[in-house]
């Protein structure tokens, strides 16, 4: 998809009709899912992933893919968790309430940071090397986990209930979380991005001839490592939310987010091969995914054939997409 | 000469969504002979040349092949019936060996092990092509090694290994150098001494005046008159294309300006050795010489695209220091590169965003996107460089090879830039758009802006300079202003031997 | 900006040696000379179980002056008869194997058997035919537990209603083991409590929060709800919290004794779990090790912890300690 | 074909001097290192993954990567156990069938139907997992123990075990296959540039489609090589296979681009992660830590492979 109006839309209606036809399908024939609460619980089972999935998006759309956000995820989560601790802040100083306050604002920013960091490691190698990023990241994926049970000794590291740190999960607004409504205004902030500055321009630029893009003098590192730090940064902000919901982060979190996010992103319309998509696709692929399971949750239906179902659900949501596209996404 | 065709191609006609782009279209060819199709872009030249070939399938009209009725729905069709043609858009395959870039779908079996490639048989055979091509290369090489013009030359001996009744060639010198075309022509001479027909399509109408027996051209889809050999001027045939008159091109004035830009000792090991070199406002400067010379790389060193160690650059006076193409973005320099579909398009996204990319970079820090001003400008330059389009929303592919060239100019103009470098800026052009092409470069110059030029074809480069600067071998062996800048002359010196010394 | 790849190169080298170094240096523990090495073949060690259990079980080994090498399988039966030929190869003195999948390691052990190297199956049984290969086991009885957690159930749910289960992973032994003991319980204690659903979770409380959103919006009749393990119960009841359900009106039980756990009980949001304490395990089976270094067999062949339950009366004298 | 020979050379050496490194060193300071069993046991453990990374070199030249192998293996241990009924050699035979029409039902969907072929074999390897979970009951199911166990465990002259023997037969030949048939090199021509393959008429889908079978049989052989050693099934084996061998292969020099790689290529790229794990376990390196080295060893490897790469266009 790129900008212009009538290309964008055909392509983004394509996978809108399929959500809302299954949506339809649903509200009709699955007992309780059209109720406030069931939807309510389908934003808020997308908001976490989805929020990592949009910073994939625009990471793909470069032409990339970064499979360490899972990873990203479980490390920030865990550093997150224990800067809310006094313990572990008297660590460092004898934890009077200031100081708190003072770790409480790090146990937010550091994981941001962290995410950043690892989004830039992977950036500086993939474009520095000019190596495939699959690979690369795939390592990254191995190296952070790693860390990330090095870190944390392979315990669970509970929360300290911190009531101004778990708001960031659990405060409501008409009992939807606060973290949907930041899901969605995230979303449209990097479409934003994308669609109306010169970075997200270049950014599509990039994904469809890199060549040329270097030719025609787009600062084609600066933008790719930018595209890779905000995936990072954007699972590291999914951390904080996870951890400040649960209380708890451990080595394992977020085991295999990588697979969904980029399957959401790509249901969403994106190219694997850069220059086509839309975070708003990313959006409504990440929707379609957990409409999919919620469905069959509620229709009771035993794990193993839930496989199966959801296999051939998203084939043919993809299949549909492509026919109307006429070209494989 | 065989009298009677080999193909003929009666009422063909070709509807796109929207365009009708053959509206029976008739055409023949006799064994041995060559028979040039030309016209501009979207004339449908290359729309026949397609269904020819089984790309793409006719919606009327019939096709003879040696006198019997054929149906060709698929490329292996056209084959079969020795059907061969070289595509404007490389049709290679960079990761494989030369030998099975030129066998490539037809690949020598083992005797007794037919799903066996046989090795041997495949060299030999490769090596026995590039003997009869005069083409001194190693077979097992890989095809991404070589250099565009001989990937070029390689195409042509794809052609040549084939069951090859008739031969295509789409723009097949585009890419090559006057020596490298004469051996083209040396080859198709051969060809025709074997009854081979030969269907010849360029924009380079000198080519084509003096290797084609006939010609025919197409406009808007239809016929406009086929001319035999001698029967005819250039103006003619040009007119037949256009439809009207063109004015050839005048040389603007070249008078010089202060010098804007200076190079000295510009060095890249193993291709160019102590360039040095001052360009002066509203000057057209040309840097000529044959393929090897170095005149490609040093525009591109120039850019910042390619590594290179220089003693003094200066531009207004100033030394700078270009490490990459924002660095000379920054000076006001801009550049067009040779391969369009390559290196300036971006196919997928609209002609807006194709033409507004430098003009955005520009304004880089005001990081906003005003889609107003940036339809304003693109329609404003693209009106200025006339470039024929349904809107600027449109695809990008969706224009002919003549009008994206423009489009890319466009681009770069949109930065008002001090210093313009262009790279062989007509390659694959059509005359009706070379012609306006040359009158924005002429234009540029006249506003005051310094061009860098060098093209493939020497007289190109000649027609369009003040000063032609010629290398050979990596060396600069002369220089040419004024009076002195003739086709005669540049090929003197550019075939005196330099050496470059590493 | 310029990514100057010199710069990266360097940085990663530099990575890669650290790490290396701390890597060789970290694995090097030098066992005085009477120390024997042992083998510690967890299924994988990336779960929170593990990880305080690989500690404790070190430590006692160590105060005895042995030296314990830590194997780690992926959670992938395959890898991990690969990995166990690897001690054998390596001429361990004992093996302890937690079996990732009760059937498929047999033959490995044989093999062990064979190559003369001592086998112990700790934390989890392997199937029976496994005992003629190895030279005993410890720990805890999956089924067991299963059984203590379906009493516990039984008992608040007054032997009827409707439960849910949040699953570990759909065919991993263990949570094979907990349907199991469910079942035979339910069907002893002839009960008329009915599972409405049985959801896998991948052990991922986040996973185990939004499957309770789903049967909280399903099931309107839920009564109670088995958590495979206490971190799946943090996340069922993360999800009760946010449903605006009150502490107790639904029922959870889980297995583990974790100290949220312990608090979420007091608190009343869950009804009880099954201790088992990753300190108290890996101490235990270390024992047992040592007795088998000491005296070369193991007598009884199987020695089992016993789960005690943990519920609202005797919350109180469990401390939290992982 | 390859990338300029001098490039080739360097790659492949690039691998194996790593591997020379880790055996001289290991030898060195940790003698078990070499020890036949030793050996052996890390030709075993890279023998499953070898094979697959086999069929995945023809898929990735060709332009194209399967996700669902793993799923596809255990798919067809599992097949194998219950067609036991029908006899060893038929319920074997039909086992690797099935694997097969697995592969060959990825090839479809992704060049007739034209889905991707990271949705394809995405919800493949979904599919399969619900398979395998439904026809296990979620348990763990095993064989009668059989004469498959003899194989399994069984080895020529009491050292080469006989999985190694499967995978050294296996390699070697559709490597030949590879780098020698008519088949190979379309699949060469048509990762280079798919569009012109067909033009020069290639027929791409079937050289497509045959890959992804291909790539499904050794699934299948596979499947059946995990029986004879576990003798058992259940929808938690074979997770991870899928990324682990599209690492070894991806390391092995193999572009996902496609057109360029070959067996070796790949088989060493596997063979460097398994050596590389045995030598952590020997080392006894915590396994947390393990991971660590493993994920910067492939992104070093990698990233300096590309660089030199890069660096040799300006010449």
């Known amino acids: 998809m790129a900008f212009d109006r009538f290309q964008k839309t055909l392509a983004e209606q ?305 299949l549909i997409d492509v026919r109307t596209r006429k070209e494989a996404i | 000469m065989g009298a009677d065709p080999i193909l003929e191609m009666k009422g063909i006609r070709k509807e796109f969504p929207g365009t009708v782009a053959l509206d029976g279209v008739d055409f023949d060819l006799r064994g041995g002979e060559v028979h040039a199709i030309v016209g501009e872009n979207g004339a449908g030249k290359s729309t026949l040349m397609r269904i020819l070939c089984g790309i793409k399938t006719l919606d009327a009209g019939t096709i003879h092949v040696e006198g019997v009725e054929r149906f060709i729905a698929h490329p292996r069709d056209a084959l079969a019936l020795g059907v061969n043609m070289i595509h404007q858009e490389f049709a290679n395959f960079p990761h494989l060996s030369v030998a099975e870039n030129i066998f490539v779908g037809k690949v020598p079996r083992r005797r007794g092990l037919r799903w066996v490639v ?385 | 900006m310029r990514v100057s790849m010199r710069a990266v190169i360097v940085l990663l080298v530099v990575l890669c040696a650290a790490s290396l170094a701390f890597a060789s240096g970290g694995g090097e523990k030098a066992a005085p000379k009477a120390g024997k090495t042992v083998a510690l073949m967890w299924g994988g060690t990336d779960a929170p179980f593990v990880g305080p259990h690989i500690k404790s079980f070190t430590a006692t080994m160590e105060k005895a002056g042995h030296k314990v090498v830590v194997f780690d399988s992926k959670w992938d039966p395959a890898k991990q008869s690969t990995d166990l030929d690897d001690a054998v190869a390596q001429k361990m003195d004992l093996i302890c194997l937690v079996p990732i999948d009760p059937v498929a390691i047999i033959p490995a052990l044989k093999k062990a058997k064979a190559a003369g190297v001592p086998v112990m199956t700790i934390n989890t049984e392997a199937s029976k035919d496994a005992n003629d290969y190895i030279v005993g086991y410890s720990g805890v009885g999956s089924y067991e537990q299963g059984l203590v957690a379906a009493e516990l159930l039984t008992e608040v749910m007054g032997n009827k209603g409707n439960l849910a289960v949040v699953e570990g992973v759909s065919g991993f032994n263990v949570c094979v083991q907990y349907a199991k003991a469910l079942e035979d319980t339910f069907k002893k204690k002839n009960s008329s409590i009915k599972v409405l659903a049985v959801q896998p979770t991948n052990w991922a409380p986040a996973e185990a929060t939004k499957v309770t959103e789903d049967y909280l919006t399903r099931f309107k009749n839920m009564d ?54 990753p300190i108290t395990e890996g101490d235990f089976e270390a024992q047992r090790v040592i007795e088998f270094l000491k005296t070369g067999k193991l007598n009884p062949f199987y020695k089992i912890m016993d789960n005690p339950k943990i519920d609202p009366k005797n919350v109180a004298n469990y401390k939290s300690e992982f | 074909m390859r990338r300029g020979l001098a490039r080739t050379l360097l790659g492949d050496q690039k691998i194996l001097l790593i591997l020379f490194g880790i055996t001289i060193v290991l030898a060195v300071i940790r003698p078990v290192f070499i020890s036949p069993e030793n050996i052996f046991n890390v030709l075993f453990q890279v023998s499953i993954n070898g094979m697959i990374g086999v069929g995945m070199a023809y898929l990735m030249i060709g332009g194209d990567f399967d996700l669902s192998v793993g799923s596809n293996m255990v798919f067809a241990t599992t097949a194998a156990i219950l067609l036991e009924g029908l006899g060893i050699a038929p319920g074997i035979v039909l086992a690797v069938l099935l694997s097969s029409l697995a592969g060959f039902l990825n090839g479809v969907l992704v060049t007739k139907v034209k889905i991707n072929s990271f949705i394809t074999t995405l919800s493949m390897m979904i599919f399969l997992r619900g398979l395998v979970l439904i026809f296990t009951d979620k348990k763990t199911i095993s064989g009668s123990t059989s004469a498959l166990f003899a194989f399994g465990y069984g080895s020529l002259f009491g050292l080469i075990p006989y999985p190694v023997l499967v995978a050294a037969v296996v390699l070697p030949v559709f490597g030949f296959v590879l780098a020698k048939s008519v088949w190979g090199r379309n699949l060469y021509a048509i990762g280079s540039n798919s569009k012109a393959a067909q033009m020069f008429g290639i027929n791409v889908d079937s050289a497509k489609i045959a890959s992804f079978t291909l790539t499904g049989a050794l699934c299948g052989i596979s499947g059946i090589v995990l029986l004879s050693r576990l003798n058992s099934a259940s929808g938690t084996y074979g997770m991870d296979t899928g990324l682990d061998v599209i690492s070894g292969v991806l390391l092995g020099g193999t572009s996902l681009a496609g057109g360029e790689g070959s067996v070796f290529r790949a088989f060493l790229g596997v063979l460097l992660l398994g050596v590389l794990s045995n030598a952590m376990i020997i080392l006894h390196v915590t396994p947390y830590l393990q991971q660590v080295v493993k994920g910067l060893m492939l992104i070093t490897v990698v990233a300096v492979d590309a660089y030199q790469a890069r660096r040799a266009e300006y010449r």
């Open chain 1, 14 to 318: 394509a996978i809108l009709i399929i959500l809302a036809g299954l949506f339809l399908l649903c509200s009709l024939f699955v007992p309780s899912f059209f109720t406030a609460r069931n939807l309510v619980n389908i934003l808020k089972q997308s908001a976490i992933i989805g929020i990592v999935a949009a910073g994939l998006t625009v990471t793909m759309i470069a032409g990339n893919v970064d499979l360490s956000v899972g990873s990203t995820v479980a490390f920030s989560g865990i550093l997150a968790l224990l800067f809310t601790h006094t313990d572990f802040s008297k660590a460092f100083i004898s934890g009077t309430s200031e100081q708190n306050a003072v770790f409480l604002a790090l146990a937010i920013l550091l994981p941001l940071l962290l995410g950043g960091a690892v989004g830039l490691f992977n950036g500086m190698v993939v474009t520095g090397s000019g190596a495939n990023s699959v690979i690369i990241t795939l390592g990254a994926l191995a190296a952070v986990r790693g860390g990330a049970l090095l870190f944390s000794d392979g315990k669970v590291i509970y929360g300290a209930h911190n009531p101004l740190f778990d708001a960031i999960g659990q405060a409501q607004i008409a009992t939807i979380p606060i973290y949907v409504f930041f899901f969605l205004v995230f979303v449209l902030l990097l479409e934003a991005l994308l669609r109306f500055t010169t970075f997200g321009r270049s950014v599509y630029h990039i994904g469809t001839n890199l060549k040329a893009s270097v030719i025609a003098g787009i600062p084609v590192s600066r933008v790719r490592v930018t595209t890779f730090v905000i995936c990072g940064f954007a699972a590291g902000v999914a951390a904080v939310i996870l951890a400040a919901r649960l209380n708890s982060a451990s080595g394992t979190t977020a085991n295999g987010w990588e697979f969904d996010a980029v399957t959401a992103v790509v249901i969403g319309g994106t190219s694997l091969f850069g220059g086509k998509g839309s975070v708003l696709g990313t959006l409504l692929g990440t929707l379609l995914v957990t409409l999919i399971i919620n469905a069959m949750v509620l229709l009771n239906i035993p794990s193993p054939w839930q496989y199966v179902a959801k296999a051939l659900i998203i084939v043919t949501a993809v």
């Open chain 2, 118 to 502: 046989d090795k041997t048989a495949l060299l030999d055979g490769a090596a026995e092509m590039l003997e009869r091509m005069r083409l001194t290369l190693d077979p097992a090489a890989r095809l991404g090694t070589l250099s565009i013009a001989h990937q070029q030359l390689i195409e042509v001996a794809k052609a040549l290994s084939g069951n090859l009744r008739i031969l295509i060639m789409d723009e097949a010198t585009s890419s090559l150098n006057m020596g490298e075309t004469e051996q083209l022509f040396s080859t198709i001479e051969a060809l025709k001494a074997q009854g081979i027909g030969v269907i010849y399509i360029s924009h380079r109408l000198k080519e084509v005046l003096n290797i084609a027996d006939r010609i025919s051209v197409l406009r808007d889809g239809r016929n406009a008159g086929t001319f035999a050999r001698g029967s005819f001027s250039e103006e003619e045939i040009v007119q037949a294309m256009l439809g009207k008159k063109i004015s050839l091109t005048e040389k603007s004035s070249g008078r010089k300006g202060d010098v804007v830009f200076l190079v000295e000792n510009l060095s890249i090991p193993g291709k160019v050795k102590d360039f040095s070199f001052t360009l002066h406002r509203g000057e057209v400067l040309g840097i000529s010489g044959l393929s090897g010379s170095g005149k490609e790389v040093i525009v591109r060193s120039l850019y910042g695209l390619w590594p290179c160690t220089v003693g003094r650059v200066e531009i207004g006076g100033k030394p700078v220091d270009i490490m990459r193409p924002a660095d000379a973005l920054r000076q006001g320099i801009a550049y067009l590169a040779e391969e369009r579909k390559t290196l300036s398009l971006f196919p997928g996204m609209s002609i807006r965003e194709n033409a507004s990319l430098l003009w955005l970079l520009s304004i880089w820090r005001r990081l906003v996107i005003s889609r107003t001003k940036e339809a304003a400008t693109v329609g404003e330059y693209t009106r200025r460089l006339n470039v024929k389009m349904t809107g600027i929303k449109a695809e990008v592919n969706s224009l002919s090879g003549g009008n994206q060239q423009k489009l890319i100019l466009a681009r770069l103009l949109m930065v008002e830039p001090g210093i313009v470098i262009l790279n062989d800026p007509t390659r694959g052009v059509d005359v009706g758009s070379k012609q306006e092409i040359y009158q924005a470069i002429f234009a540029l110059a006249r506003q005051g802006a310094s061009v860098i030029m060098t093209s493939s074809e020497i007289p190109e480069v000649v027609s369009l300079s003040d000063r032609v600067l010629v290398l050979s071998r990596g060396i600069l062996i002369g220089e040419l202003s004024g009076g002195d800048v003739t086709v005669d002359n540049v090929l003197a010196l550019a075939s005196r031997a330099g050496a470059v010394t590493t």
């Open chain 3, 224 to 277: 109670a709800i088995f958590a495979h393990d206490d971190y799946l119960a943090g996340g069922v009841i993360v999800a009760l919290k946010e449903a605006g359900v009150k502490p107790g009106q639904i029922k959870v039980v889980g297995i583990g004794g974790i100290g949220d756990a312990l608090k979420a009980i007091k608190e009343g949001w869950m009804y009880g779990t099954v201790l088992q304490s």
